[in-house]
């Protein structure tokens, strides 16, 4: 059974920091690009950031550049993503999934393998 689990979401206050995991099961992480996504009520998902599968290479939204990173333990079968001065606008329900990482588009689902978990909701309020 293909599965991905999010987890590490929580209340935060601006300037915080919190580090969400992406556990997956049913298939091998490392062998497809991963991202991370974040959709906000009333708002579109957005693509926030994407680690390939061929060399390891990462890209970041604009919106979240130089405070995001993502990375992966393969061991664990897991993608993380710390996220550091967060603010207010990063309130959101994040998931990750299979991904295409582009410089043109940006973070993108996969056209290949579509998988969510049911998301973890990081909330930055004071």
């Known amino acids: 059974q293909v599965q991905l689990v999010e987890s590490g979401g929580g209340l935060v206050q601006p300037g915080g920091s919190l580090r969400l995991s992406c556990a997956a099961s049913?298939?091998?992480?490392?062998?497809?690009?991963i991202g991370w996504f974040r959709q906000a009520p009333g708002k579109e998902r957005e693509g926030v950031s994407c680690?390939?599968?061929?060399?390891?290479?990462?890209y970041y939204a604009d919106s979240v550049k130089g405070r995001f990173t993502i990375s992966r333990d393969s061991a664990k079968n897991t993608v993380y993503l710390q996220m550091n001065s967060l603010k207010p606008e990063d309130t959101a329900v994040y998931y990750c999934?299979?991904?295409?990482?582009?410089?043109?588009?940006?973070?993108?689902?996969?056209?290949?393998?579509?998988?969510w978990g049911q998301g973890t909701l990081v909330t930055v309020s004071s």
């Open positions: 999934a299979p991904a295409r990482c582009t410089l043109v588009t940006g973070t993108q689902i996969s056209r290949y393998l579509e998988v």
């Open positions: 049913g298939f091998r992480l490392d062998y497809y690009a």
């Open positions: 680690i390939s599968s061929s060399d390891g290479s990462t």
